[in-house]
C-alpha cells in the first residue's frame, strides 16, 4: 500500500507562483511513475503532468507546458509541481497519484495510477 500526501497548496494571485509537493509513503517509491492531476469543480478530473520512475521522461498537458515542471526527488520519496504564471482557470483541487503506465501514451489516463493522494486545493485570483 502507498500513501501519498500532497502539500503546498492556496491561494495566489494571478501570474503568482506555488511548489506543491507530494510525499510518499513506501521503500519502493522509486519503482513507480507519478502523476498529477486536477479537477475544479463541476469538471471531470483532468491530466496536468507526469514523470517516470527515474524522472527520465516527463509528460504535460498542452496547456501546462511551459508553465509547470515536473520533478522527483527518490531519495526523498517526493515528487514536486512547480506551477508558474498560474491563471484563475488553474483554480483545482490537485491530486497526486502513483501507478505504472507502461507506455507513453498511458500517463495521462487516470486508470493507469493505482494510488492517490486526498488533493491540496490551489485557488488563483484575478
Known amino acids: 500500500q502507498v500513501q501519498l500526501v500532497e502539500s503546498g497548496g492556496g491561494l495566489v494571485q494571478a501570474g503568482g507562483s506555488l511548489r506543491l509537493s507530494c510525499a510518499a509513503s513506501?521503500?519502493?517509491?522509486?519503482?513507480?511513475?507519478m502523476g498529477w492531476f486536477r479537477q475544479a469543480p463541476g469538471k471531470e478530473r483532468e491530466f496536468v503532468a507526469a514523470?517516470?520512475?527515474?524522472?527520465?521522461?516527463?509528460y504535460y498537458a498542452d496547456s501546462m507546458k511551459g508553465r509547470f515542471t515536473i520533478s522527483r526527488d527518490n531519495a526523498k520519496n517526493t515528487v514536486y509541481l512547480q506551477m508558474n504564471s498560474l491563471k484563475p482557470e488553474d483554480t483545482a483541487v490537485y491530486y497526486c497519484?502513483?501507478?505504472?503506465?507502461?507506455?507513453?501514451?498511458?500517463?495521462?489516463?487516470?486508470?493507469?495510477?493505482?494510488?492517490w493522494g486526498q488533493g491540496t486545493q490551489v485557488t488563483v485570483s484575478s
Open positions: 513506501t521503500r519502493t517509491f522509486s519503482s513507480y511513475a
Open positions: 497519484a502513483a501507478g505504472a503506465p507502461l507506455y507513453s501514451g498511458s500517463y495521462p489516463h487516470p486508470l493507469e495510477y493505482d494510488y
Open positions: 514523470i517516470s520512475w527515474s524522472g527520465g521522461s516527463t
